[in-house]
């Protein structure tokens, strides 16, 4: 009965914008808004329940994800793809969706392309061992932004290889090392995403570290005061983009 009643307020909101859209934007606008409300909004409402689907590179930790959501063994863990099908978990409150592996064999993956406009949000596997740099997940990462499907990059953290017989000294260097190689790692993917994502949400210690960087007072939250000139940098580059993509409106619109 909750479902239902939000389902309707959101169809209510989007009768308003098309009403809106009528009103007070070009022909152009309104085809456009129009045709994303119609094929992009209003058929995810048809669907009972928010689907959720885990989706990445073989191997980088997406049935271990799966298992630990549903707190139970149904996906198989495997060094090679193993899902051919698409596999649905209801729990409860929202569909969840195990899909083959991004670079799987083609008539697998075209199986959850064709699922992709069904899903309500993708859970995007990326492990810190080597496959965050594939040019596979970047690929299908930019198809999804061009799809304006919405994504949440998972960063599957492997362990360090610190052993019990390490010096406390090694252990730590160990650990500050591991630490370096997430920061790094997080800092390509936003790198990557910047030239292609009009949006991109970023969460946690790293969100107050850009707001610090913007100039923003955020008290006592938590910070990666060592990053900042990193957030500062990036910012300078998204920045550079926007103007460079100004400068090309302006520039085809006085040809």
């Given at each position: 009965m909750k479902n239902e009643s939000i389902v309707y307020?959101?169809?209510?909101?989007?009768s308003e914008l098309k009403e809106y859209l009528v009103t007070n934007s070009s022909q152009e606008n309104r085809k456009n808004g129009e045709s994303t409300l119609n094929n992009e909004v209003l058929p995810l409402l048809e669907f009972e329940k928010p689907r959720v689907m885990v989706y990445g590179i073989y191997n980088s930790g997406k049935s271990t994800l799966i298992n630990s959501i549903l707190k139970k063994d149904v996906a198989q863990m495997a060094d090679r793809p193993m899902t051919d099908s698409i596999d649905q978990y209801d729990q409860g409150n929202f569909?969840?969706?195990?899909?083959?592996?991004?670079?799987?064999?083609?008539?697998?993956?075209?199986?959850?392309?064709?699922?992709?406009?069904?899903?309500?949000?993708?859970?995007?596997?990326?492990?810190?061992?080597?496959?965050?740099?594939?040019?596979?997940?970047?690929?299908?990462?930019?198809?999804?932004i061009k799809q304006r499907v919405p994504f949440i990059i998972v960063l599957n953290e492997r362990a360090t290889a610190i052993s019990k017989n390490d010096t406390k000294a090694e252990q730590n260097r160990k650990k500050q090392l591991h630490e370096q190689e997430i920061k790094d790692?997080?800092?390509?993917?936003?790198?990557?995403l910047i030239k292609k994502a009009d949006k991109i949400l970023i969460g946690g210690g790293m969100m107050f570290t850009f707001l610090k960087a913007m100039g923003h007072n955020i008290g006592k939250s938590l910070?990666?005061?060592?990053k900042l000139d990193l957030a500062k940098e990036l910012l300078e580059k998204i920045k550079k983009l926007f103007l460079d993509l100004i400068k090309e409106e302006n520039t085809s619109e006085t040809n």
């Amino acid at each position: 009965m909750k479902n239902e009643s939000i389902v309707y307020e959101i169809k209510s909101i989007v009768s308003e914008l098309k009403e809106y859209l009528v009103t007070n934007s070009s022909q152009e606008n309104r085809k456009n808004g129009e045709s994303t409300l119609n094929n992009e909004v209003l058929p995810l409402l048809e669907f009972e329940k928010p689907r959720v689907m885990v989706y990445g590179i073989y191997n980088s930790g997406k049935s271990t994800l799966i298992n630990s959501i549903l707190k139970k063994d149904v996906a198989q863990m495997a060094d090679r793809p193993m899902t051919d099908s698409i596999d649905q978990y209801d729990q409860g409150n929202f569909i969840l969706i195990d899909s083959p592996g991004v670079d799987a064999p083609i008539e697998h993956e075209k199986v959850t392309t064709e699922f992709l406009s069904k899903c309500h949000v993708i859970l995007f596997v990326m492990s810190t061992q080597g496959g965050f740099e594939s040019r596979y997940n970047y690929e299908k990462m930019y198809e999804l932004i061009k799809q304006r499907v919405p994504f949440i990059i998972v960063l599957n953290e492997r362990a360090t290889a610190i052993s019990k017989n390490d010096t406390k000294a090694e252990q730590n260097r160990k650990k500050q090392l591991h630490e370096q190689e997430i920061k790094d790692i997080k800092k390509k993917v936003i790198e990557n995403l910047i030239k292609k994502a009009d949006k991109i949400l970023i969460g946690g210690g790293m969100m107050f570290t850009f707001l610090k960087a913007m100039g923003h007072n955020i008290g006592k939250s938590l910070c990666e005061n060592d990053k900042l000139d990193l957030a500062k940098e990036l910012l300078e580059k998204i920045k550079k983009l926007f103007l460079d993509l100004i400068k090309e409106e302006n520039t085809s619109e006085t040809n």
